[in-house]
């Protein structure tokens, strides 16, 4: 039953269908005229690129088909954990739209040494498979751009302190008015509700006021951060399988929602049993060391765990690749992180159904910005 309703696209029970609610109107709300004729050219059509393809589904006997193809993401994540999190969806085959910054993007691109030629290694690690428009979000313009883009897009990924988005018409109440289909899923530091709300998150803080830097380091030594910022691909992970929840859960019911990720809570739930030790028997943990911590190499080559590409400026590049594999479809031939701006022409016009003067008119305000590739 669950195979035959994915591709199912009639309005029943208000949405239907897993992509997203194919009901325009209902989807755009209030949306402008101009806007509603764009998205219902771009959803009728799928060989302009604009919706979610034809039917839902692939066709049949379709080779190398992914769980998520046909999905698109509005990405307004920076930084680590949110961009990881859609990076892992845009492996299963998730069209993922991510918004930078007009010129700066996201503030990894200036994360390094070290640089692959001018592009952070920071950055490529976790945003391939992504396109990228520039627009700015502090422009009105740039403001009803979003509310377009989610319109067509089934799920808003953001990570700004709550109450930031709302100030600019772009909190979930406002996209749900214009969008009831989306899956809307907010990233934070601390949560939507508490003392702590309006605390920026950083990964080394949340590890500390979690716990788990008092249980890692040496026994008789100063607690440690980890090597790597756990806390934030632990969140990106958790949000990447609460999204595809999401999804199904919009599947089941017809109305999409608000999903609340953050990084204190994603730290705390994976302290399992050292916390369940705490709550139900009052051990404290203590920090043990690293008894025999190993890494073999020649397994991470042989799982398939480094993916390579060519990058329009980098050149080849090599990233580590998702930690699982599926028996019906591979992993393959990833597209490499884009340039600030690389797509936002293709973007306007094939998801919005821009025509060239108005893409001009927005290029020649700054609302938007487009980065062309030599």
């Not at 999401?246 to 608000?258: A, E, F, S």
């Not at 050149?315 to 690389?342: C, D, M, T």
Request: with cysteine; aromatic share 6%; glycine share 14%.
């Amino acid at each position: 039953m669950l195979r035959g309703g994915l591709g199912s696209r009639s309005c029943r029970r208000g949405g239907g269908g897993l992509w997203r609610s194919p009901c325009p109107a209902a989807a755009a709300g209030g949306a402008s005229s101009r806007s509603l004729g764009a998205l219902r050219a771009a959803s009728a059509s799928p060989s302009n690129g604009g919706g979610a393809r034809s039917g839902g589904a692939p066709p049949a006997g379709a080779s190398n088909v992914k769980p998520l193809d046909g999905v698109k993401i509005l990405d307004l994540t920076r930084v680590l954990a949110g961009p990881f999190a859609t990076m892992n969806l845009g492996d299963l085959g998730a069209e993922v739209i991510k918004v930078e910054r007009p010129g700066a993007g996201d503030d990894t691109r200036a994360w390094g040494p070290p640089f692959a030629g001018t592009e952070s290694v920071y950055f490529l690690s976790v945003n391939r498979n992504k396109k990228s428009i520039a627009i700015n979000m502090k422009d009105s313009k740039g403001a009803k751009l979003i509310r377009e883009l989610a319109a067509v897009s089934d799920v808003f990924v953001e990570n700004y302190v709550p109450g930031k988005l709302t100030e600019m018409g772009l909190g979930y109440e406002d996209i749900k008015k214009i969008a009831p289909h989306i899956v809307y899923c907010s990233i934070t530091g601390y949560g939507q509700t508490g003392p702590m709300v309006q605390r920026g998150g950083y990964d080394s803080i949340a590890a500390a006021v979690s716990g788990l830097m008092h249980i890692t380091g040496h026994e008789d030594g100063e607690p440690v951060r980890p090597g790597v910022a756990m806390t934030d691909l632990a969140t990106g992970l958790y949000t990447s399988g609460a999204i595809m929840a999401g999804l199904l859960q919009r599947y089941k019911t017809g109305k999409g929602l608000h999903i609340d990720c953050n990084l204190l809570s994603s730290q705390v739930a994976c302290l399992t049993h050292i916390a369940a030790n705490y709550l139900n028997c009052k051990i404290e943990a203590k920090r043990w060391g690293t008894a025999h911590g190993s890494i073999v190499p020649y397994q991470v080559l042989h799982n398939g765990l480094v993916m390579e590409m060519n990058h329009p400026t980098a050149g080849r590049i090599a990233v580590p690749g998702p930690g699982v594999r599926y028996s019906e479809f591979a992993v393959s031939h990833p597209k490499p992180p884009p340039l600030v701006g690389q797509h936002t022409v293709e973007i306007l016009k094939g998801m919005l159904g821009y025509k060239d003067d108005a893409i001009e008119e927005l290029l020649r305000t700054g609302a938007v910005a487009q980065h062309e590739v030599r």
